[in-house]
């Protein structure tokens, strides 16, 4: 949650939070759906922003796991499954809103980073593309003993195979980055039945 405006008391502060909710759900937008809802219910009482200046909830991600947790992690921070981790809060000041955009390239790089491209995703999803289509290539081949489907086999097998330890590393920075290195029952799960 960001840009939130809480009533505690006589005081209004701006503030944002993590938090983690285990939901069961038939699919990923059903569980986004109640996830927010909760949320929602829970704040209604204490958000004061007007329709001018409105809160922004958004997902950060969306893991399909087997059993429910009291904690889980997320980037560099353990966010609870009840309650809210709140950010440090500051004073609501009139007329004075920070620009996300004003400063050096050391902000855009925060913005950037705070965006979670999911790089080790992209990289495997690539790779694990790569071999059926070398494969359908090699069957044309097979079937029309055409040398260019041969030649085209054999490139994408190579692009897969050089691409394979790209995949395999920043799978382990992700794991290190956002479970700390916990070796959780769907990690054994990959690594005994992955391919």
């Known amino acids: 949650g960001q840009n939130f405006l809480i009533k505690r008391g006589s005081k209004v ?3 944002g ?10 699919d990923m937008s059903a569980a986004t ?3 927010m809802a909760s949320f929602r219910a829970d704040l209604k009482d204490i958000v004061v922003n007007d329709e001018s200046d409105p809160p922004a909830l958004k997902v950060e991600e969306i893991c399909e796991v087997y059993y429910f947790q009291d904690e889980m992690a997320l980037e560099d921070r353990v966010v609870p499954t009840k309650g809210y981790l709140w950010d440090d809060e500051k004073e609501e000041e009139s007329g004075m809103i920070e620009n996300p955009w004003h400063g050096s ?4 790089w ?11 995703t992209m990289v495997i ?7 059926p289509v070398a494969i359908l290539f090699m069957f044309l081949f097979l079937l029309f003993g055409s040398a260019s489907f041969h030649q085209t086999y054999f490139y994408i097998m190579v692009l ?3 691409s394979t330890p790209i995949s395999y590393v920043t799978g382990i920075f992700d794991w290190k ?7 959780k029952p769907i990690f054994i799960s990959k690594i005994r039945y992955g391919p």
């Open 13 to 15: 502060k701006r503030t």
């Open 17 to 26: 939070f993590y938090a983690a909710r285990s939901v069961e759900a038939n």
């Open 33 to 35: 759906e109640i996830a």
């Open 105 to 108: 390239w050391l902000t855009l």
């Open 110 to 120: 925060e913005s950037i980073k705070e965006k979670d491209a999911h790089i080790h």
């Open 125 to 131: 999803h690539f790779t694990n593309a790569l071999y």
């Open 160 to 162: 897969a195979t050089l």
């Open 177 to 183: 980055r956002r479970y700390q290195g916990a070796m």
